[in-house]
């Protein structure tokens, strides 16, 4: 998923930002996507990278789904115990990623009571905590069954790093506007590199989005660009951690 990313990274320098071949500009004439960059494109709600997200995510869901019913038979009823309650919380999350149930608790249910955002952050922050609650709960209760196995240890701590970082930053967005903020920064410094054309196209763009009432890129540049960037690579940890597992079960079952 480096790769991946490191491609996608690519494609938006080359065409964003230097126009390689004109392609920006034929991308924006097409008229074909309201955002005209490929960043937006490829990291957007329901795009590229959150689709490859969902796949990883339900590819986890039955490794180790399988993988706690290997285990079971075996007699290895708390490693199972363990993997059936982190392909419980991958199913969750699946769920959370695909229908935005946190989004709309907070902004279907809690905004028709109160008002402002901070409620909105409680209700988003919560439900975050009460979701990684259940993983935590697995680790703390059988996490030392699996200690020994330090590849996928090392795989699930980084799932624990860059979900958890994705998630700290969602649920923090809107502190004293420090996504504006930060996305402001990436905003600037991709102007400066792409010149007077961008940035006269970001202008123009952030013109239209706040005529249909929608967020900056300033703030889109954060929301998408970086936190599916991090929630890619959380996945993909994920579901390495269960083939690491995995594979280490048919090592010790073939001695």
């Not at 309201?34 to 960043?39: A, D, G, Y």
């Not at 149930?101 to 975050?128: A, K």
């Not at 020994?148 to 809107?174: E, I, K, P, Q």
Request: with cysteine; hydrophobic share 50%; charged share 15%.
């Amino acid at each position: 998923m480096f790769l991946f990313l490191i491609m996608a990274y690519l494609s938006s320098y080359l065409v964003d930002i230097i126009n390689i071949f004109g392609l920006r500009s034929q991308i924006e004439a097409s008229g074909k996507l309201s955002v005209p960059l490929i960043w937006d494109y490829l990291f957007t709600d329901g795009g590229p990278v959150e689709i490859l997200q969902w796949l990883l995510l339900g590819l986890f869901v039955m490794t180790a789904g399988y993988l706690a019913g290997k285990l079971e038979t075996t007699g290895e009823t708390k490693k199972a115990s363990f993997w059936m309650i982190m392909s419980l919380t991958g199913f969750l999350m699946l769920i959370e990623d695909a229908g935005n149930l946190r989004h709309f608790l907070s902004h279907r249910v809690v905004l028709l009571f109160f008002d402002g955002m901070t409620p909105v952050m409680i209700t988003e922050v919560t439900y975050f905590i009460l979701l990684g609650s259940i993983p935590i709960y697995g680790l703390f209760r059988y996490g030392r069954f699996i200690r020994n196995d330090h590849r996928t240890v090392l795989f699930l701590f980084l799932t624990l790093v860059f979900y958890g970082s994705a998630v700290l930053m969602s649920g923090t967005r809107d502190i004293m506007f420090w996504y504006q903020t930060a996305g402001d920064v990436l905003y600037q410094w991709t102007a400066s590199l792409g010149g007077e054309d961008l940035l006269r196209l970001y202008e123009e763009t952030d013109a239209y989005l706040a005529e249909i009432q929608c967020i900056s890129l300033s703030y889109w540049f954060m929301d998408y660009l970086i936190e599916e960037s991090l929630e890619l690579l959380g996945a993909s940890f994920f579901l390495a951690s269960a083939l690491s597992s995995y594979q280490g079960l048919k090592i010790k079952r073939n001695f």
